[in-house]
């Protein structure tokens, strides 16, 4: 063992693994997304090129497992990465909407994809199967959602840490799960379910835009410097890597808006897939230079300072 991780402590070594654990988590989204784009059958095994039309759309696929599974792990490594300044703040709240970006999933309407799972009319539409997991998964959120909260507020009374950035994460957790359930089991709203968040339409998009809209605000805060005493001030050139980040990312949502709303325009090529994809890589190559910049940071001051 090097000298170095001889001298580091545990907590100093699990950020260092959780922000590479964030790399890695988009590999293996971008990973599977290429496999079924190549794999027309897995059983038994057939080749050909039958691109996926978004990134999401490999919840109704083979892949599955490995897109919600994906969507799970970056969830809890964002809400791993404590602390309390305001990009950790804006972390939690995206680890609120990464698991329903997994649950409540996108609709099929593309004809490719009727093919293998029609939709009753050419509308979109989610499978009968898909459907009722969309709402045992609905059903665990909002469960374990009151259950983290509550968890979370005897640690703080308990500890006497009071923490004004958790207590906003918990009511923006409370108010969503609290939204979506009703969306998902109220009768008087539940009958386009995913497809019933007025004025948006799909509950999937909504939650991806929030997530990496969410997202966006946090290399801006890293490019204007270090964040806590103590922490490994960005290079001028890091800096820069943010700020480009940060204003891609604004760019690529627009245009995935534009790609959902205007689908018929753009016709075979496939806008959102792309959009999805560049978003998925800023936010890849935003975690890798947060991995290089930060490799030597000590114990974050927020963990170990008393709460305000």
Request: glycine content about 4%; proline content about 7%.
């Amino acid at each position: 063992m090097a000298a170095d991780d001889v001298s580091t402590t545990t907590g100093q070594r699990t950020h260092r693994y959780l922000r590479l654990a964030l790399v890695l988590v988009v590999f293996a989204l971008l990973v599977a997304v290429s496999l079924q784009s190549v794999v027309v059958i897995w059983q038994p095994l057939q080749f050909g090129w039958h691109p996926l039309p978004s990134i999401s759309h490999a919840y109704h696929t083979p892949v599955r497992d490995v897109f919600t599974g994906a969507l799970i792990a970056a969830s809890v490594a964002l809400l791993a990465l404590s602390g309390r300044n305001r990009a950790t703040t804006l972390l939690d709240i995206c680890a609120v909407f990464a698991p329903l970006i997994a649950i409540v999933p996108t609709g099929i309407a593309d004809t490719r994809a009727q093919d293998h799972l029609p939709c009753p009319s050419a509308t979109e539409c989610v499978p009968a199967g898909a459907l009722e997991s969309a709402k045992a998964g609905v059903a665990a959120y909002a469960i374990v959602v009151v259950a983290t909260v509550i968890v979370t507020a005897v640690i703080r009374v308990r500890t006497r840490t009071p923490n004004r950035s958790a207590v906003l994460v918990s009511v923006i957790a409370l108010a969503t799960a609290s939204v979506v359930t009703a969306l998902a089991f109220l009768p008087s709203l539940n009958q386009s379910f995913p497809f019933n968040f007025w004025p948006v339409h799909s509950i999937h998009f909504v939650v991806t835009l929030a997530f990496f809209g969410v997202f966006s605000a946090v290399p801006i805060l890293y490019a204007g410097g270090p964040l806590e005493p103590g922490e490994t001030p960005p290079t001028p050139r890091q800096r820069s890597i943010y700020r480009w980040i940060a204003g891609l990312l604004i760019v690529d949502l627009l245009f995935l808006a534009a790609a959902v709303l205007f689908r018929q325009v753009f016709g075979e090529t496939p806008a959102v897939l792309i959009g999805e994809i560049v978003a998925l890589l800023l936010f890849a190559w935003f975690w890798l230079m947060q991995t290089f910049q930060r490799w030597n940071d000590a114990n974050p001051p927020s963990i170990l300072a008393s709460g305000r």
